[in-house]
């Protein structure tokens, strides 16, 4: 493979989709275009009873079986307020205090007012399962300590409290929300309300709204159900809290974490954050490109998973696939050539309130005769960048399993495009031992191009499910001057390094957490450059363990 002197448009082969299913996939659109519309719901024409003063509610706190009535416990709730479209109950066990108030204000102003409007004209409708004519939304602490006290939870829906036929424990025969009581006023809450009620609104067009006759009514498969919650926060701009962090850990291991995952409970992926920013950045990719309009195209369907966005968009999946998978890799690097290869909404090359996206990760390949393998989860991307001495070309032979349905694709880069390689290696503290951790950097540049760098980040890694987020556990980004006064010099020169000798990082964390380490910078050119490394909390757990021995050795 011999590297182009200039960018060149994406290389893949790209037959043009089956005839047969570009007319079944034709016929499908037409009928749901046809039978969709805003459908009134028979249990919303009766809103006649007014909502209870007081209510009992099932919530599930201990264990993983649902079906089990001893791992819910009962919660008796008081009515606290009433909005034009919902209706707010609290835990008799919370506080009652100027806080909460606030609270109920703030989350009645945002749902009355922005949420449910803007769901009703760009998404669908819930159902009004107990036909009061409001939404509930219930606050309790104990979101806080579910699953027997190992899960936080800021909010959530339950798909069972939906259907009427279903009684409790294990339903609560109510459309409604839950929240944490513990939530705070303010852009956050009105984030996790967004986010929620999209997922009502969800589960009740696709159960309950007959859009296709022939197909029978289904709850959407957990990545696109997420997405579209996801990808609703942005209709109201409220903040990036719920996000900033999943999409960057997607970012930091792309291959680690699988986009189309039919139930995250079922395949314990549950809180996947990583999985969470991949199936946001898919989405938003495909609005980005077709228009807000598809959102409701999904919602408003008895049809699911990937046969839905196939029907949206009018193409094939593994064609959006590769497309998205590229434009991850060349949104906002300066190397796009079509538009598909941006993302407009959202850049993945830049800072997210306290995370520094970098792109996707990715390393280099030596095509002068390396092999490397490499495991890749289903629906997940391996980034390369491959490289070769000057000559007429390089074969590459890629071996998958036959049943894999692997994807390649190749883009040209610059000949010159700026290879960066960052290293760090535990150093001793000068000092008293405060729990922090002390590094070398070496940053290094292979191809003969100077860098100037922008920023530097670390942060926990997203890896491992059904953590809580991991709020505070990011380093401060350091901008163009830090890094200056870290190394000496914000420029790497062209097949030059830097070094800094002690990068100080407080409050290194937990040792069953790794961290990454990314720095992010621009060629002259002004092509997008990065590198990363990881910081592996356990071994450096071990380290200062056995560094403690040796002392106690010396001593003895």
């Not at 696939?321 to 993945?348: I, K, N, T």
Request: hydrophobic share 35%; net charge negative; charged share 25%.
């Amino acid at each position: 493979m011999q590297p182009a002197s200039d960018p060149e448009p994406l290389v893949s082969v790209r037959p043009e989709p089956e005839v047969t299913w570009l007319a079944r996939t034709r016929k499908r659109r037409k009928q749901l275009e046809e039978s969709r519309r805003v459908i009134q719901l028979a249990e919303a024409q009766a809103n006649t009873t007014p909502p209870a003063p007081e209510r009992s509610f099932w919530i599930m706190v201990r264990g993983s079986d649902f079906t089990q009535s001893k791992n819910y416990e009962r919660v008796q709730a008081r009515l606290f307020a009433v909005g034009e479209q919902c209706a707010i109950y609290v835990d008799v066990e919370s506080t009652k205090d100027e806080q909460l108030k606030n609270l109920v204000d703030d989350t009645i102003a945002t749902f009355d007012r922005e949420v449910q409007p803007a769901a009703v004209r760009k998404l669908g409708r819930h159902r009004d399962v107990d036909g009061d004519g409001k939404f509930a939304i219930l606050f309790t602490p104990w979101l806080g300590k579910l699953a027997d006290g190992g899960v936080s939870l800021g909010g959530f829906v339950r798909g069972s409290d939906f259907y009427s036929e279903i009684e409790p424990p294990l339903g609560n025969r109510c459309d409604m929300m839950y929240l944490n009581s513990a939530l705070w006023p303010g852009p956050h809450l009105r984030t996790l309300i967004a986010h929620e009620y999209t997922h009502a609104v969800t589960l009740s067009e696709h159960v309950f709204g007959r859009h296709l006759p022939d197909r029978a009514g289904q709850e959407e498969e957990s990545w696109l159900d997420e997405s579209l919650a996801h990808v609703a926060e942005n209709m109201h701009g409220y903040s990036w809290s719920n996000l900033d962090y999943r999409i960057s850990g997607f970012l930091n291991a792309p291959e680690r974490y699988r986009l189309v995952v039919e139930d995250y409970f079922e395949a314990d992926l549950w809180r996947g954050h990583g999985n969470r920013g991949s199936t946001y950045l898919f989405l938003r990719w495909c609005v980005d490109q077709f228009g807000e309009g598809i959102l409701r195209d999904l919602v408003q369907t008895n049809l699911c998973g990937v046969e839905s966005v196939e029907l949206a968009t009018g193409r094939p999946f593994a064609e959006l696939y590769r497309d998205w998978s590229a434009a991850m890799f060349l949104s906002h690097s300066g190397l796009a050539a079509r538009r598909e290869d941006e993302l407009r909404f959202l850049s993945p090359r830049s800072t997210l309130n306290d995370h520094l996206l970098a792109g996707p990760r990715y390393d280099f390949l030596d095509l002068s005769g390396e092999t490397r393998h490499v495991a890749v989860v289903g629906t997940s991307t391996k980034y390369f960048i491959a490289h070769s001495p000057r000559a007429e070309g390089s074969r590459v032979r890629v071996v998958a399993h036959g049943d894999a349905k692997l994807q390649v694709t190749v883009c040209r880069l610059p000949a010159n495009l700026p290879r960066l390689e960052l290293k760090a290696s535990r150093v001793k503290a000068s000092g008293p031992d405060d729990g922090s951790a002390h590094f070398r950097l070496r940053l290094t540049e292979h191809n003969g191009s100077p860098v100037t760098l922008e920023h530097l980040a670390w942060e926990r890694s997203a890896q491992g499910t059904n953590r809580s987020a991991h709020h505070g556990c990011c380093g401060r980004i350091l901008s163009r001057d830090d890094i200056a006064e870290l190394f000496g010099s914000a420029t790497v020169t062209a097949s030059g390094t830097l070094v800094a000798a002690n990068l100080k990082i407080e409050s290194f964390g937990a040792a069953d957490l790794a961290s990454v380490l990314k720095v992010s910078g621009r060629d002259a050119a002004g092509h997008a450059v990065s590198a990363w490394c990881s910081l592996d909390h356990r071994q450096l757990e071990l380290d200062r363990t056995a560094s403690n021995e040796k002392r106690d050795d010396t001593k003895r």
